[in-house]
């Protein structure tokens, strides 16, 4: 009768526990939803610029907080902001430098492959900043130029990678017409070092 009834005690705790378990499992999703809304979890992808590659430095007056100012944000997708590229200043790439190219990149957006929203290419080697009369190409957003951050509202501050490559040709030979994620393909085996500022953006 004992171990009858210990066994029965024992069956019944376990029982309890689980179901415990999934109304606290069930509970913080619920909760989590209600909170945020969808969720969106990360992958790892390769990355576009070759691990032996260099480094050297890049600012800008206008991410100093490590933020974008208002005068950055798109004035598409819902923002209103006035769209203009933050500006950028250059020193120290290797002597082997033949041209620059730069990119703008949020690794936070929930597409599964990111978002380009920038690039320019084709910048000679005496280039330290981005000239006005720049040739960019196209941006996931199907334009051409820079297209300013606009993430989500509410989503998570969104983190936005501006590289600046060094290449090693004075022309990677990027197709005309060609995507972010082509040029950056194309322009890969010519990185010889990388400048790089990560600025956030978030939309209440």
Known sequence: MRKRAFTALAITATAVTAVTAAS???????VA???????FGYHKVRAGVPEQAGHFRVTSPDLARG?????????????????VPPRLSWSGAPAGTRSFAVTMFDRDAPTGSGFWHWS???????????????????NDA????????????????????????????????????????MAS?????HVIATARITATAAVS
């Open 24 to 30: 606290a499992t069930v509970g913080a999703v619920a």
């Open 33 to 39: 939803s209600a909170q945020t809304g969808p969720s």
């Open 67 to 83: 933020t974008f100012p208002a005068a950055s944000y798109a004035n598409a997708f819902g923002c209103t902001g006035g769209n």
């Open 120 to 138: 320019v290419r084709d910048l000679p080697a005496t280039a330290a900043s981005v000239p006005a009369n720049a040739a960019a190409g196209v």
């Open 142 to 181: 199907g334009t051409t130029g820079y297209v300013g951050p606009c993430p989500p509202a509410g989503d998570r501050p969104h983190h936005y990678e501006i590289t600046v490559l060094a290449l090693d040709v004075a022309d990677a030979g990027v197709p005309a017409g060609a995507g972010p994620a």
């Open 185 to 189: 393909f194309a322009m890969g085996s």
